[in-house]
């Protein structure tokens, strides 16, 4: 079993940069998959970015490309989503989401391929 638990959430205002992370308990695993989803208020909940704990490969959603960067300390256990620009738009609460085994970056975006998930963390943003 794995427990997953996020922090770093909070207010910020549109234009701050901010970072969450993700930290891993439980069952050691050196390879799999850690992902970031958002739900925001009346919205489906939906993929942000996920990163291969063996070689690092990324996925980003097209509407943070650019904006947000997902990195991890695999001796943590820790994934770690650095927010920058954000906007109204990124107000969600920000779910943790991993996988033990090897996926391909092709499917990362789905929910049914994670076994296991945080209890959220509240980002909002605003003027």
């Known amino acids: 079993q794995v427990h997953l638990a996020e922090s770093g959430g909070g207010p910020v205002q549109i234009g701050a940069t901010l970072r969450v992370s993700c930290e891993a308990s439980?069952?050691?695993?050196?390879?799999?998959?850690m992902g970031w989803f958002r739900q925001a208020p009346g919205k489906e909940r939906e993929f942000v970015a996920a990163?291969?704990?063996?070689?690092?490969?990324?996925s980003y959603a097209r509407s943070v490309r650019g904006r947000f960067t997902i990195r991890r300390d695999n001796a943590k256990n820790t994934v770690y989503l650095q927010m920058n620009g954000l906007t109204s738009e990124d107000t969600a609460v920000y779910y943790c989401?991993?996988?033990?085994?090897?996926?391909?970056?092709?499917?990362?975006?789905?929910?049914?391929?994670?076994?296991?998930w945080g209890q959220g963390t509240q980002v909002t943003v605003s003027s």
């Open positions: 439980g069952r050691s695993f050196s390879s799999g998959v």
């Open positions: 990163i291969r704990r063996a070689d690092g490969g990324t």
């Open positions: 989401a991993a996988t033990t085994r090897t996926l391909i970056m092709g499917v990362v975006a789905r929910e049914d391929v994670y076994d296991y």
